[in-house]
Each structure stands twice: as structure tokens, then as C-alpha cells.
């Protein structure tokens, strides 16, 4: 894996050289904590003009903002829209795939464009929008910091999370573009350098445990920078890594509602920026190609640039118009008139190292708890997907296909249950022979009797318990095919007898019942991913959470 992605790491460092593009790209499914439609592992939609040519387009969640842009570019081109919104290493995937089921792509910044198009299939790239990644901090903080109206480094921040003042959300960086933009700037600060990362470096002592004492900040991770902006809504967060333009989305709705907002912060010594490129995969179909071109041409047109720089996405790198000036408000920190200098990007094979090593080492064990549903109706097809998607996660030679390794310190466990607990189980530690051992025996159970989500949540809660939280990043995994009758209040009593921020992940497959999931996931800041049509899919979208 090592080496292909190395190789195709090479040829996005050449393109990326060529063109003078910064750091990497992102996203993945959007959605509102706790819900099922936008927010499942699939999400789609779709904007239509008549009957004109339809384009598929895959995205980046961030784009799920200019809704009502791309809806008037359809209508004006004539043309039929489906967006269908994915993290960075599923587009990369998909292009690596042929990209069959698509006509366009459009991540937050060229870098898995070009690991992904082995194939050469993408052309027409024109970068719709700019983005720096950067910290959005609750203002107040930021203020008793001492990071208002002044330049802050990595180190001060990292300074804030070891003085135990600040803790942060990240999207993850091997399934995001922020998180992974973020987590090179961050190695290129703490090394004093903003560009020529060597894997020397990766093996230095001090940058070793300064990355891990920066990541151990991470309160909340995420496979999606737009589904983090959510999960900052809703919960009581002190700061966030994220676009610039989703922490201006934020703070509106912040404001809104009589909320204090969050204050931007440009870390000088590692900040990156995301390109956001459309692109189109070619296929063959002369039609298609006329239709896309007439869609990009009204998204570039003067007119929509204008409306997609009023949602707060830049659309030069030298400033921002006068028209939309006060959409960038510096009472926020948003400065128009810093001159950005972006991170340059490592050679390949340090890329690849890093990202591993973010994956494997640096960042901040995972507790996984998977509630597994092994009750009668899973027999048959069932039963052997869930086995096949649990073979993905906790097989590590499959799992380094996708970047969800288990990384040092992981805690993984498995709460099999139909309608009792039948057995728990335990990787004795994040070994690969550990985790064959526990996937071994998750497939030797057989399904039977009827099902109980509630008991089988209730009991992850009391072993999460067991473990002192603030040292890991805690996630219930909870897979089912049925309508849980039993037992609610079981969950209640145990949600309400803790005190800490534990999601409730749930993936649904068969006839499970969806508001019985949702209510989990709004009750625990988590979200419902939709296993119906690839429950492999939907366990890997749900393991890049954590």
C-alpha cells in the first residue's frame, strides 16, 4: 500500500508543481448530528432543469453550501444536477476505480484529483473558490489566550492545549482534506520549516511527542468538514480546524441565535489552502462533456462567482471584493488583506510516511466499541457482509487500503448481541494478530433470536467507562437490521448517568428502524449512516469518526 500510494503521491507532487497548487483536499457525507437524510453515508442531491442532460457529480461536503448557486448554474445551463457528497479518499478511490458512475469531480483542492486520475480521465479543471484551513476559536477564548489581533503559531496553540486551556475538533487526516491540510502545517511548524519535510524528520524525537501532545487536543474528530461544523453547533466545543468559509457559515448561525462566535486564527508558520477544482471525467460522451462545460461556464461566469465569494469562499488569493467585504467581518479575525503563504508540499514518499504515521502513531487512540447485531434476520446475506465489513476494519492489511489502521493504543471491542448481550469480546491490544484474533471470533458467532439495540448500547457505555476517556477518542459502533422493542430506558439510564461525550455511530441495513437510530445518534452528538446499499462502505465512513 506503502508503495502505491507513494507512486501515486509522485504524480499529485508533479501536477501540484506544474500548477502551483497548495496542500490537499477534502470532505465527505454532510449532515446535522443525529440525522439520516443528508447525513447518511450516501448522501446525494439533486438539482434539475427540465429535462436537459443529467451530470453526476462527486463532492466534497464543504459544496453542500452553494446549494442555491449550483441549482441556478443548472437552470441556466440547462441541465440536470446530482451531487452525491464523499470523503477525499473515497473520490480518490472512485477515480482510481474509472470514476464509472460519474461525470464530474469536485474535492476541496486538486491533491486526490491527482492521486486518484491514474487513468487520465479528468479534464477541464478550473478552481472555483479558495479556502485557507484554519482555527476557529469561541472568541472569549481566544481573547483570555491573548490571540486577538496578533499572530499566532502552532506553538502557541500548542502551548494553549498542553496548559490544558484549549481543547479542539479536527476532521480526521486520512479521510479529510482540512484535517489532513491541518496536520502537515502543524509537522512543518513544530519543525521550525515551511517546506522540505524529509522522513528524518517524522523520526524526530521532539516533533514525535509535540505532534502527539498537539493531537491529543482533538475532542471530537470527524470524516467531514461540513458534518464538523454541525457537530460544533450542537455541542460545547472550545474551538474547531476547519475552512475559513465554514467558520464564517458558523458563525451566522452563531450569531443568529444570540451565540458567541468563534474568532479566526491563521497559524503564520503552517497554513494551507484549499483550491476547491471541478473537473470533468471523461467517459466518451460528447453530450455529456457540452452539458458540463455549459454548467462550469455559468459557475465561473462573473455572477455566480460573486454569490459563491458572499458565502465566505475567496475566489482570488488577492483579497475580496468590495461588494462582499462585510461577509468577511474582522471582529471575527477574518483579515482580506493577509498576505497567505501556504505550506509547500513534501516529497511523496514523506507524504505517504505521514500519513501513515498520523494514522498509526500520532494521533490519539481510538475506543471502538462495536455493538454487532447477530439477532435471526441477520442470517444469510446479513451475516456474511457484516463479517466481510468487520474483516475490512479489523484486518490490518485491508485496513491500510483505506488509512484506518489501528494506531498505537487503540482499544478495540465487540459487543455482539440479538436480543440480550450474548458475548463481549476484546482485542488484547492494537496487534495485528490481536485484531485477527478478535475478528476470528466475531465470525464464528451464528445469528439467532430477536433484537434489543438498547442493552447492547447501554452495555458499550458502562466498558467505555472503564477506560479514563480523556486519553482516547471513544466511539460506539452500533449495527443493526431490526426494530429494537426492549429496553429504552436501559440506554437512557446509562446515558444519563455519564458525564462524558461518548457518540453512538449507528449503521442501518435490512428493515432497521431509522428514528430509533437517529434518536441514539441526536441524543450523543453522532450520526446514522446508511449500510443498505454497501454495509463494507458504511463501516469504513463511520471508522474515519474516530
Not at 122 to 136: A, D, E, I, N, Y
Not at 362 to 371: D, E, G, V
Not at 414 to 438: G, H, P
Request: aromatic content about 8%; overall charge negative; charged content about 20%.
Amino acid at each position: 500500500m506503502r508503495k502505491q500510494l507513494t507512486a501515486l503521491l509522485l504524480t499529485a507532487c508533479t501536477v501540484l508543481a506544474a500548477s502551483g497548487c497548495s496542500l490537499l483536499p477534502g470532505g465527505s457525507a454532510p449532515g446535522t448530528p443525529g440525522s439520516s437524510g443528508p447525513g447518511t453515508a450516501d448522501s446525494h442531491s439533486g438539482y434539475s432543469s427540465g429535462d436537459g442532460k443529467t451530470i453526476r457529480i462527486l463532492s466534497g461536503s464543504e459544496n453542500q453550501e452553494l446549494e442555491t448557486i449550483i441549482a441556478d448554474c443548472a437552470d441556466k445551463a440547462g441541465v440536470h444536477i446530482e451531487m452525491d457528497y464523499k470523503g477525499s479518499v473515497d473520490i480518490m478511490r472512485e477515480l482510481q476505480d474509472g470514476a464509472d458512475g460519474y461525470d464530474a469531480v469536485w474535492p476541496a483542492s486538486s491533491m486526490w484529483i491527482s492521486l486518484g486520475d491514474t487513468g487520465h480521465l479528468t479534464k477541464h479543471s478550473q478552481s472555483v473558490s479558495l479556502s485557507p484551513v484554519v482555527f476557529g476559536i469561541r472568541q472569549s477564548l481566544a481573547r483570555e489566550l491573548g490571540f486577538i489581533g496578533t499572530d499566532v503559531s502552532v506553538k502557541d496553540i500548542l502551548s494553549a492545549i498542553t496548559d490544558g486551556k484549549m481543547t479542539f475538533c479536527m476532521t480526521s487526516a486520512t479521510q479529510s482534506n482540512s484535517g489532513a491540510s491541518a496536520y502537515i502545517g502543524f509537522l512543518y511548524a513544530l519543525l521550525g520549516k515551511q517546506e522540505g519535510l524529509t522522513t528524518d524528520d517524522l523520526q524526530d524525537p521532539a516533533l514525535q511527542q509535540e505532534i502527539r501532545a498537539l493531537l491529543a487536543g482533538v475532542e471530537r474528530s470527524s470524516g467531514s468538514s461540513d458534518w464538523l461544523k454541525d457537530l460544533f453547533l450542537t455541542g460545547n466545543y472550545d474551538a474547531m480546524v476547519n475552512y475559513e468559509c465554514l467558520i464564517i457559515d458558523a458563525n451566522e448561525q452563531l450569531v443568529s441565535e444570540g451565540k458567541e462566535p468563534l474568532y479566526v486564527v491563521y497559524p503564520y508558520d503552517g497554513l494551507s489552502i484549499a483550491d476547491s477544482p471541478l473537473c470533468y471525467v471523461d467517459h466518451g460522451d460528447a453530450d455529456t462533456e457540452d452539458a458540463f462545460l455549459r454548467f462550469q461556464e455559468e459557475l465561473m461566469s462573473p455572477e455566480s462567482q460573486t454569490a459563491i465569494e458572499a458565502t465566505g469562499r475567496r475566489i482570488t488569493a488577492n483579497g475580496v471584493s468590495a461588494e462582499n467585504k462585510d461577509v468577511f467581518n474582522p471582529d471575527w479575525g477574518i483579515d482580506t488583506e493577509r498576505i497567505l503563504s501556504p505550506i509547500q508540499m513534501p516529497a511523496s514518499d514523506v507524504l505517504a510516511d505521514a500519513l501513515n504515521i498520523y494514522q498509526t502513531n500520532f494521533k490519539k487512540p481510538s475506543l471502538n466499541i462495536y455493538c454487532l447485531d447477530f439477532s435471526g434476520s441477520m442470517s444469510g446475506t446479513g451475516e456474511e457482509q457484516l463479517k466481510e465489513a468487520m474483516a475490512q476494519i479489523l484486518i490490518q492489511k485491508n485496513a491500510e487500503k483505506n488509512l484506518l489502521q489501528a494506531n498505537e493504543g487503540e482499544v478495540n471491542i465487540a459487543v455482539l448481541f440479538n436480543d440480550r448481550v450474548i458475548q463481549v469480546l476484546k482485542a488484547e491490544d492494537d496487534s495485528d494478530r490481536a485484531l485477527e484474533t478478535l475478528y476470528n471470533e466475531i465470525a464464528a458467532q451464528a445469528p439467532g433470536g430477536g433484537t434489543d439495540i438498547y442493552t447492547a448500547a447501554a452495555e458499550a457505555y458502562g466498558l467505555a467507562m472503564e477506560y479514563d476517556l480523556s486519553q482516547y477518542s471513544p466511539a460506539v459502533i452500533l449495527m443493526t437490521d431490526g426494530q429494537s422493542v426492549y429496553n429504552k430506558n436501559i440506554f437512557q439510564e446509562a446515558l444519563d448517568s455519564s458525564d462524558v461525550d461518548i457518540p453512538v455511530f449507528s449503521i442501518t441495513f435490512g428493515d432497521a428502524d431509522p428514528s430509533q437510530l437517529e434518536e441514539l445518534a441526536e441524543q450523543t452528538d453522532a450520526r446514522v449512516f446508511d449500510g443498505t446499499k454497501d454495509l463494507t462502505e458504511a463501516f469504513r465512513s463511520v471508522k474515519g469518526y474516530n
